[in-house]
């Protein structure tokens, strides 16, 4: 199975960046699928999953307004569209999935997790 993130890098503050996260070697296409991310020194933070069948999680209060995360089924793909990027939001995001429909009760119940990419806000 593989969970492969991309789109990561340097930006000013008010910038956007789009990232994606490729799944396979499992069945992908039939479970839920989230994005997460990791400041140093804090703990993971969960902004929301899809289900297989598109139902949406709840979005994380930091991010809700400015984050938008969106899923191709056909490609095996999840979307984070990031806008109005702040410094706060730096951190490395990765996305984690499991092979159930549904979206988990608690995040560290995935046992799917990518490596992340690596988000900068900076002027």
């Known amino acids: 199975w593989q969970l492969v993130e991309s789109g990561g890098g340097l930006v000013q503050p008010g910038g956007s960046l789009r990232l994606s996260c490729a799944a396979s070697?499992?069945?992908?296409?039939?479970?839920?699928i989230g994005w997460f991310r990791q400041a140093p020194g804090k703990e993971r933070e969960a902004l929301q999953c899809?289900?297989?069948?598109?139902?949406?999680?709840n979005v994380a209060d930091s991010v809700k307004g400015r984050f938008t995360v969106s899923r191709d089924y056909a490609l095996n793909t999840l979307y984070l569209e990031m806008n109005n990027l702040a410094p706060e939001d730096t951190a490395k995001y990765f996305c984690g999935s499991w092979e159930k429909s549904r979206c988990p009760y608690v995040s560290e119940d995935f046992y799917y997790w990518g490596q992340g990419t690596q988000v900068t806000v900076s002027s």
């Open positions: 070697g499992f069945s992908a296409g039939s479970s839920a």
């Open positions: 899809i289900s297989s069948t598109g139902r949406e999680s």
